[in-house]
């Protein structure tokens, strides 16, 4: 079974990118059900609750904290990865303190991006844990 994704990114051209490779590159693995620059579009896309959310994290939307509860309102046990393209802890901190579970740098997905998403994919639920289940980040 492939693991159901949505991508959230403002920047369009990186989203383009970002789902082509993906789909080239790891479609056995993963199955995009949904990408958007927009969270309302992205809700909309939706038929079933990804197991995991990307959200792109940049200047000038930086750690958007009301864009992560919105997500985990419609999708409470979702794991969610923040891929940003700013390289300070205190941004992947805020991140993981706005309720994301891991946090990748941009610069990183050729290796990391993949690996990411099934570590959360494979963790127990959010039910279970009640709280954030990954970090990669100190």
């Not at 403002?10 to 789902?19: E, G, I, K, M, S």
């Not at 995991?52 to 409470?76: C, F, K, T, Y």
């Not at 990865?81 to 050729?110: F, N, P, T």
């Amino acid at each position: 079974m492939r693991i159901p994704i949505a991508i959230l990114d403002q920047n369009a051209d990186f989203l383009r990118l970002l789902t082509y490779v993906l789909r080239e590159r790891d479609s056995e693995e993963i199955e995009i059900i949904a990408a958007s620059s927009d969270m309302n579009t992205l809700l909309a896309q939706t038929t079933q609750a990804p197991a995991v959310a990307l959200i792109g994290l940049s200047v000038p939307n930086l750690v958007d904290e009301h864009m992560i509860s919105q997500l985990r309102v419609h999708w409470p046990y979702v794991g969610i990865l923040v891929l940003s393209s700013l390289e300070q802890a205190e941004y992947y901190q805020q991140a993981l303190a706005s309720g994301a579970d891991a946090v990748i740098s941009k610069l990183q997905l050729a290796t990391e991006l993949l690996p990411a998403i099934q570590k959360l994919y494979n963790l127990p639920s959010r039910e279970q844990n009640d709280g954030n289940i990954a970090s990669d980040q100190g």
